[in-house]
């Protein structure tokens, strides 16, 4: 039956489609059709398009077919032999194009290889250098890698030995009575030279010393003597002579490498040691948190880097190190004081060390006998810093009274100069001026730098004082 009966002609009743036709049988005699002339329609009028039969009639175009059918079966062999030739070219084909398409996806996969390979070698961060001074987790992340340190034993095995603690031992003056008093700190040994083992630490490690033990980290103890301090930057050298030391002292210390704190940048690794709260040397770990911190914490101003690796007291002129051991900070429990939490301070190294070289310089200072000890003359009292600010004072001892025929009216000293340099030693308390005095003699000459009012604004003097002894102010 057709698809669409109705376009065809058929509705279900044949008579209305060759009415009274029913049983006529008509010739193809008439037809232009040369394979259909002579041969009889279909039953109900209708000639296969294709073997010239009606669609229910018997017709000589269908006998015809059967020769054609035979001539079919004949080539049919061929055909297959065909299609199994045609098969086996294309499995040939397919197989050969295969091992190539494999061959080729092999190179290229090597060569994807090799240019991550290399382009891994030229990134920003290198994860052989890197672990080779700590173990570290990497995430890949595009054409970055993101470095996490997670053990830092070795970094810290390599430093330890150029790390020191400190104790200073001083006499504390109150009201009515004095008390003797102890506190701890760090220090980092930086140098050695012909007779002395150079160590830096904060000033307020060592300020009013009467005596300093450093222990190293064979936990052999030596005592200490001032090289050089500036308490404006919170900076101090102290020595250590080479014959207070023996030999397995000498084998287990290192001096330590110095880095540079100008090339650091926010969340690298960063790795505080020092001597917390006088139990002994202990390990912090953190990131860079800032730099250039601008702070000015009583006497000390200065810019700084913030670490989020805690430093507590006793961690004060102990070592900030990177992940390479380098040192790129000195600690300052003072700078960072203990009102927050999680930011802890630094000096730049890089700052730091034109101060370090200049003091590692000087001469070590011996504490001189009660009864030799220089005297200067004077009344002083000390500016804070936040006295300063809101005066507009100089920072420093502000000379309240001078003494008649002392060293320091001699020397042209004025009440109302700001003492604020000590024979190169700058001086921001009286306490610090006193305790200066303690390691020279009378008799010594030393430069003094004042500020003086003139006008509406200070001038810097340096005057040269010859320093007296006590019976110059007995007679006051």
Avoid at 112 to 128: F, G, H, P, R
Avoid at 440 to 445: D, F, L, Q, V
């Amino acid at each position: 039956m057709y698809e669409n009966e109705e376009q065809n002609g058929y509705n279900g009743n044949e008579a209305e489609i060759n009415p009274g036709m029913e049983n006529e049988v008509r010739t193809s005699a008439g037809s232009d059709n040369p394979y259909t002339q002579g041969q009889p329609y279909g039953t109900y009028g209708y000639r296969d398009p294709y073997n010239g039969a009606g669609a229910y009639g018997q017709s000589a175009g269908s006998r015809r077919e059967e020769p054609r059918k035979k001539k079919k079966e004949k080539s049919s062999g061929k055909k297959i032999l065909v299609a199994a030739a045609a098969g086996l070219f294309f499995g040939v084909f397919a197989g050969a194009g295969f091992f190539g398409m494999k061959a080729v996806g092999t190179w290229a996969e090597s060569q994807i290889l090799a240019d991550s390979a290399t382009e891994k070698e030229t990134m920003n961060v290198s994860v052989a250098t890197l672990s080779t001074a700590a173990d570290t987790s990497v995430i890949n992340t595009g054409n970055t890698v993101t470095t996490v340190v997670t053990d830092v034993t070795q970094v810290v095995e390599d430093v330890m030995p150029s790390i020191v603690s400190i104790t200073n031992e001083y006499t504390q003056q109150y009201f009515y009575y004095t008390e003797p008093v102890t506190s701890s700190g760090s220090g980092i040994i930086i140098g050695q030279n012909d007779e002395e083992l150079l160590i830096v630490t904060n000033y307020h490690v060592i300020e009013d010393t009467e005596k300093l033990t450093v222990t190293f980290a064979d936990d052999k103890e030596a005592e200490a003597l001032v090289k050089g301090t500036d308490s404006k930057m919170d900076l101090a050298v102290i020595a250590v002579a080479l014959k207070d030391l023996d030999e397995s002292t000498m084998n287990a210390i290192e001096i330590a490498r110095i880095g540079d704190s100008d090339s650091l940048r926010v969340g690298e690794p960063a790795i505080a040691i020092g001597n917390a709260l006088g139990y002994g040397q202990s390990v912090t770990t953190g990131v860079i948190s800032a730099l250039d911190r601008e702070l000015q914490v009583n006497s000390v101003s200065g810019t700084f880097i913030q670490t989020d690796a805690a430093i507590n007291p006793g961690n004060s002129g102990g070592a900030l190190i990177n992940i390479n051991g380098e040192v790129i900070g000195i600690n300052s429990s003072k700078i960072g004081g203990s009102t927050v939490e999680g930011m802890g301070y630094a000096i730049p190294i890089s700052a730091a060390q034109p101060i370090i070289e200049e003091l590692m310089n000087r001469t070590t200072r011996v504490l001189v006998e009660d009864g030799k000890r220089g005297t200067i003359g004077i009344v002083g009292a000390t500016i804070t810093s936040q006295e300063a600010y809101f005066y507009g004072y100089p920072e420093g001892v502000y000379v309240t009274s001078v003494y008649d025929g002392t060293a320091a009216d001699r020397a042209g000293i004025r009440k109302g100069d700001f003492i604020i340099s000590f024979d190169g030693e700058s001086i921001r308390t009286m306490d610090q001026l006193k305790n200066l005095l303690s390691y020279y003699e009378a008799g010594s000459t030393v430069e003094v730098e004042v500020q003086r009012l003139s006008g509406d604004s200070y001038r810097t003097i340096t005057l040269e004082v010859t320093l007296g002894d006590q019976a110059s102010l007995d007679v006051h």
